[in-house]
């Protein structure tokens, strides 16, 4: 497995291997990774001939309060479980590769950027689409692999690759959990013990909405009054948002089911501790 730290390398290996009749996928990624991520490598693996998986803790997407300092970095683990995994390259830039001294472009959906994480962490989504637009110059992929986990982003980075007409394929690959039904996240590592166990309300929120859904639940306010008593159940966790939207838009819905638009997304944001935890669904 080759690392490349410069994006003139990751796009003339890019090339390469489009040369050689081979598709190229990429997963863009922070590090700290884990069997989500790995199943993402997977995908791509199964579905392209070239893999690359980018490294890049993105500091434009962290607010002046949350925990870019302390996001962990694993790099040598990383390669390792990217190698196995069957990724080809690891593109793991500094921050002058992908933020030149004085960059002043940044790339924005408007609208989409302020709903659900948006609303609550200003600015975030505008640093996402930043810079996975630079990872999709610097790598010209065919397809680019992201977790259903992150639902939001997703949305927003679709109409971004759709408004600029990238030609980038989004592949999205469903939530992995624990055994216990906490969704893997690279933040977990900052629960305590009994943090941990509180986390679980996320995951019990969502399930209980899926059963409720399945039997034929329909109501937004239903749905969502539900999730609800599964949280007041644990008050160690606080709410930052329970919202039933179309995936698409991410503007919420009066009926979950009856859109037309790819989905009603169900999705939680928490803080269990100092840790903010997302959680997802796809209802229909």
């Known amino acids: 497995m080759q690392i490349i730290r410069t994006v003139s390398e990751l796009r003339n290996w890019s090339r390469a291997q489009r040369a050689n009749d081979k598709t190229v996928g990429l997963v863009p990624t922070m590090g700290a990774l884990h069997e989500g991520h790995a199943s993402l490598i997977r995908a791509a693996r199964k579905e392209c001939g070239a893999v690359a998986a980018s490294i890049f803790v993105n500091p434009t997407q962290f607010g002046p309060n949350e925990d870019f300092s302390r996001y962990p970095r694993t790099f040598d683990a990383d ?128 399930r209980r909405v899926e059963a409720l859904f399945t039997k034929g639940v329909r109501d937004t306010a239903a749905l969502v009054s539900a999730a609800r008593e599964i949280f007041a159940a644990e008050p160690a966790v606080h709410i930052d948002y329970i919202a039933l939207v179309d995936w698409a838009t991410l503007q919420p819905v009066d009926f979950a089911g009856l859109d037309s638009n790819g989905g009603t997304l169900f999705a939680v944001a928490a803080y269990v501790g100092a840790t903010r935890l997302i959680d997802n669904t796809i209802l229909n």
Not at 98 to 107: D, K, R, S
Not at 119 to 135: D, M, P, Y
Not at 190 to 205: D, F, P
């Open 79 to 206: 390669c390792q479980l990217a190698e196995a995994e069957g990724a080809h390259v690891i593109f793991a830039p500094n921050v002058e590769e992908i933020y030149p001294q004085g960059a002043a472009t940044f790339v924005e959906v408007e609208g989409l950027s302020n709903r659900l994480d948006g609303a609550s962490r200003r600015g975030h989504f505008r640093g996402v689409t930043t810079v996975v637009s630079k990872l999709f110059l610097a790598a010209e992929p065919d397809r680019a692999y992201f977790g259903q986990k992150d639902a939001a982003q997703v949305s927003v980075l679709r109409r971004m690759t759709a408004d600029l007409r990238f030609g980038v394929e989004i592949r999205v690959c469903p939530i992995i959990r624990d055994a216990d039904g906490l969704a893997l996240s690279s933040r977990n590592v900052y629960l305590s013990a009994e943090e941990r166990k509180q986390a679980l309300t996320l995951s019990r929120a969502i």
